[in-house]
């Protein structure tokens, strides 16, 4: 379906464009896992969700009450340059989250077209 967002491709170059539609229509979650002060500096992905990486574990795990991810539907994370986001897909996986890709830093975002919105609490 997400041919674009499959493991093993390049993150270099999102489709932006493509992924903006998925994420709008509800088919696709965007996580952003910097830390919040990194958001504050540089904005966010439109559409994404904020879940900093050392997060993850406590607000993402299917089996806990409270887990803020949907299950069954994809997921794309990023991070500042793309290792902490290698990091967080391999976590979500572990966890139970089928598709997962990592789109790699923020920068692949916006040099893909993808717009970054001011980060607000």
Request: glycine share 14%; aromatic share 4%.
């Amino acid at each position: 379906m997400f041919n674009f967002l499959r493991p093993g491709r390049s993150a270099a170059r999102p489709d932006a464009a493509a992924l903006s539609r998925e994420i709008a229509a509800g088919r696709l979650v965007l996580i952003d896992v910097r830390e919040v002060a990194e958001a504050q500096a540089s904005g966010l992905a439109e559409g994404a969700r904020l879940i900093p990486l050392s997060l993850l574990p406590l607000k993402c795990d299917p089996r806990q009450p409270g887990c803020e991810l949907p299950q069954g539907v994809p997921l794309a994370v990023y991070c500042a340059a793309g290792g902490r986001s290698g990091m967080a897909a391999e976590t979500l996986r572990r966890m139970g989250y089928g598709e997962v890709t990592n789109l790699g830093g923020l920068g692949d975002w916006a040099a893909a077209g993808g717009k970054v919105v001011p980060f607000t609490r």
